[in-house]
């Protein structure tokens, strides 16, 4: 790891630091408050802070480690894709998703992943390392920063200018690019972008009472998602945190056959192990899960795989019998980004509509998931560091 930087701190760090110092202690709630509020991305810019106390900062403590290699935009300019490089070389994407009235930053909480799903871009990297919390939250500051100057440019978000309440500029529709709300900074968070979050817990899960902190960047917790591959172990512990952030378990097959030929990891944590946690998380925690289902062409998008996965999720046992409590859940189907090199093909539309249907016919909400930057290679499973080699 290399030195901490002040995103790697918790306030109470930036106050011991202060202290250490000599410097008074609200000194540390000013930084604090350029970190997270203003966004401040220098020490230079920090401009409450007396002069010398910014240069010391400037010379002695690193802001954060990540490094901006390159952004990419689609088309429409509404997803951004950030590349960083790690001190250590390492490097690690970040998309931001703008919308007309949210803007969702999809973060990584490691370099590569060493759970091998074969459907998976990152998979192929293997696992790198870790990223510490400030890693991980810097990723959520860039993508705020990134936000905050989108919504400078020309005249978005502003719209007609004009006092009439009924001209609203057309800025109602809902995927119109104009932002219809001025955001302070993003105002959802997932943990979907490379590795596994709960292979990382301390680092990730400090990084999210970072991001939560009301004295700083006061994200909600209902506003944040995290995705696991299915580490029951990692599901039982974040049961007992007590925060309510919501929970993605990528499931992708209703037998274990094929869970295990897809997902390596279901060797380790089959279905009836990482349903049992799940239950028990919904138990603990009175909330819904999503399940996460990608479609692949042939492989698990039939209509029988859709009875069989209704089934599992609606309480049938191994038996077939229905003796079980259904899963206070929800589906997602993702459609297949393709990867170079993966023997695999995306389902057709209407195949995802079949299984869609046959998921609902039995009761199992479902939905399908909007895509956003196949054209960058910012969607689901395209992140891979592009500048790794
Ligand atoms: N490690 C976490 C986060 C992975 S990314 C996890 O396994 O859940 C978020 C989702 O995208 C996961 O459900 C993952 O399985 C899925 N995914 C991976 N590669 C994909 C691809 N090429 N196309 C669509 N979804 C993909």
Redesign the pocket.
Known sequence: MPNPSLYDMTLADVEALMRGWGQPPFRARQIYRQLYINLADSPASMTDLPLALRERLLAEVPLGGLRLVRTQQSADGLTRKALFALPDGAVVETVLMLYADRATACVSTQAG?A?G?V???TAKLGLLRNLSPGEIVEQAIWASRELRAWQGTGDRGQGTGTDDPQDDGGRWMADSPTPVQQLSRISNLVF?GM??PLANYERWWAAVQRLHDPQGFNMGARSMTV???GLAQGIRRLADEGMPINLAI?L?APDDALRSELMPINDRFPITDLLDAAREYIEKTGRRVSF?Y?LLQGRNDQPHQALALAKLLRGHTADGANRGVPLLCHVNL?P??P?PGAPLGRSEYKRILAFQQVLMDYGVACTVRVERGVEIAAA???LAGSMQN
Do not use: K, L, R
């Open positions: 992943c759970m799903c459907f998976c871009a979907m590795g596994e995705s696991t591959v990528s992708h996460e990608v993702i297949w980004n990867i689901c499973g395209q």
